[in-house]
T-cell receptor
Framework: ELKVEQNPLFLSMQEGKNYTIYCNYSTTSDRLYWYRQDPGKSLESLFVLLSNGAVKQEGRLMASLDTKARLSTLHITAAVHDLSATYFC??????????????FGTGTRLQVTL | DAGVIQSPRHEVTEMGQEVTLRCKPISGHDYLFWYRQTMMRGLELLIYFNNNVPIDDSGMPEDRFSAKMPNASFSTLKIQPSEPRDSAVYFCASITGGLGYGYTFGSGTRLTVV
């Protein structure tokens, strides 16, 4: 059974600081996703990482994937209050031409304070 | 495209009543997923379909839950009879299998069973 672990579960950080959220998963997969969820809202796709060594950046967020270590990171640079949300990583087992279920991590609740 | 459309957005019902949640996937997507989100269990897959056929229903909690997909543009998740522990947010998501990435989530249905 595929298991996905995130840490930390809760992160309180000051504006302007940097931090990293970690996502470990238990079996071989080369497809990893990061989602953002605001309170009472749906899941918004942030990044899709499709291969080992993939790195993607959008604004103050940068995600990377190391399939050998079964690890993805979401790095936050110079945090701002608008980044306050819950962040989920999710992994799927992919076979060409098919899709499978996403298995989600526990989520990291990020709170950026002034 | 209007995205994945779920209805209703909120549902409050009494214990023992039947509840039906609805989902319209993105046109052309051949996979549809039902997820449930609770504080205790996080995001968990209930069931998913490929070309209207259920592929994995191992996450369906018990016989009180049933899901159907009569055609490519419509799916229902039914709970009968409902119980207070079914209170959660239920999300529907869809994807094109050939692409293998790009899961799109609906806005969710917040179910409260009193």
């Amino acid at each position: 059974e595929l298991k996905v672990e995130q840490n930390p579960l809760f992160l309180s950080m000051q504006e302007g600081k940097n931090y990293t959220i970690y996502c470990n998963y238990s079996t071989t997969s080369d497809r990893l996703y990061w989602y953002r969820q605001d309170p009472g809202k749906s899941l918004e796709s942030l990044f899709v990482l499709l291969s080992n060594g993939a790195v993607k950046q959008e604004g103050r967020l940068m995600a990377s994937l190391d399939t050998k270590a079964r690890l993805s990171t979401l790095h936050i640079t110079a945090a701002v209050h608008d980044l306050s949300a819950t962040y989920f990583c999710a992994v799927t087992l992919y076979l060409t031409g098919t899709a499978s279920k996403l298995t989600f991590g526990t989520g990291t609740r990020l709170q950026v304070t002034l | 495209d209007a995205g994945v459309i779920q209805s209703p957005r909120h549902e409050v019902t009494e214990m023992g009543q039947e509840v039906t949640l609805r989902c319209k996937p993105i046109s052309g997507h051949d996979y549809l997923f039902w997820y449930r989100q609770t504080m205790m269990r996080g995001l968990e897959l209930l069931i998913y379909f490929n070309n209207n056929v259920p592929i994995d229903d191992s996450g369906m909690p018990e016989d009180r839950f049933s899901a159907k997909m009569p055609n490519a543009s419509f799916s229902t998740l039914k709970i009968q009879p409902s119980e207070p522990r079914d209170s959660a947010v239920y999300f529907c998501a869809s994807i094109t299998g050939g692409l293998g990435y790009g899961y799109t989530f609906g806005s969710g249905t917040r179910l409260t069973v009193v």
